[in-house]
């Protein structure tokens, strides 16, 4: 089962819900709003080192 980040505006915190792909959004157990499903960004832009290689996966 794929764990999904959602996070709600009101509390502004993080859920953390077992739920399957289409799920877009779910209900905040604290408050009952809508939490909008967050997209986990694995790249920041930070670090450059001007460098032109590319690194691909996960680097150890
Ligand atoms: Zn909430």
Known sequence: MPLYEFYCSTCRKKIEELCGAGTESIRCPSCGEDAGKVFSTFR???????????SSGCGG
């Open 44 to 54: 920041t832009g930070k670090g450059a080192n001007g460098g032109g290689t590319a």
